[in-house]
């Protein structure tokens, strides 16, 4: 059944699609839902219990927040590259559909890597160290066949370079990514068994591992945080350039000495 833009508006009892902010299609066995490509403006979606394959007309959905699709027919977790570019995204319910497969951890990890900025997840409350176990224990979800495919992979490295995703390396250089960015540390209590030394003894490799991955976050932020980082970096910069300057100035009082 094809969601119409009739229906829609009888659910929500509301007078066009733009103003739709919430919609209840609980159990309308649904298996078309094109029409959300006309509603960027929807907040909360409950769309469980029908028989829906593709999450692509959600990928233009920017204020979605809440997202409900338990018991449906997702056939793979690479749907959820759809999902991706949804910045507002915090609640998924995914359960009891055919991508869950038979090993639920890797699933749960699996799905946190592919969306870290959910705060509950099938119904239960994402934590910090789920994140940071996903990251290294978390399958990567490539983009479903079909789809436009974009130059560069799936985690914004081109394809050549995905062994050396520093996601793939440990915890320590996401947590110092997150402290000058001014975030919340990661728990460090994982870092003794997620953490790679053979990546940490190589300190020029180490840098290109923290650039790609500061790269790969910027993707995924915001106006807002943009900002943010922007702001941080500059402090950074002028940080640099007072110990330059103080650098130069020791540098030049110490050949005066040694003149005199």
């Not at 609980?26 to 979606?45: A, K, R, Y």
């Not at 994140?131 to 479903?144: F, H, R």
Request: net charge negative; proline share 6%.
């Amino acid at each position: 059944m094809k969601l119409t833009r009739k229906l829609v508006l009888a659910k929500a009892k509301a007078s066009d699609l733009e103003s739709v902010k919430k919609l209840n299609c609980w159990g309308c066995n649904l298996t078309d839902i094109s029409i959300f490509s006309q509603m960027p403006s929807i907040e909360v979606l409950t769309l469980s219990v029908n028989n829906i394959s593709s999450l692509s007309p959600l990928a233009g959905c920017l204020y979605l927040s809440e997202l409900y699709l338990r018991r449906n027919a997702i056939p793979t977790l690479s749907e959820l590259c759809h999902l991706r570019p949804l910045p507002r995204l915090r609640v998924l319910w995914l359960a009891e559909n055919p991508c869950c497969g038979t090993d639920p951890t890797r699933y749960r990890l699996t799905v946190l890597r592919c969306l870290p900025r959910l705060q509950k997840f099938d119904n239960q409350v994402v934590t910090e160290d789920e994140l940071a176990l996903a990251l290294v224990q978390g399958d990567e979800v490539s983009t479903p066949t079909g789809s436009f495919q974009n130059p560069l992979s799936s985690n914004g490295l081109p394809d050549a370079d995905t062994e050396n995703d520093p996601l793939n390396y440990n915890m320590e250089e996401t947590n110092k990514i997150r402290e000058e960015l001014g975030m919340k540390p990661l728990s460090r209590d994982k870092f003794s068994s997620l953490s790679s030394p053979s990546t940490l003894e190589k300190p020029t490799m180490r840098k290109t591992h923290v650039l790609d991955a500061v790269l790969l976050l910027l993707r995924d932020l915001d106006e807002e945080e943009l900002q943010v980082v922007h702001t941080a970096t500059q402090n950074r910069l002028q940080t640099f350039t007072l110990d330059s300057g103080d650098n130069q100035s020791l540098s030049a009082q110490k050949n005066a000495d040694i003149q005199h």
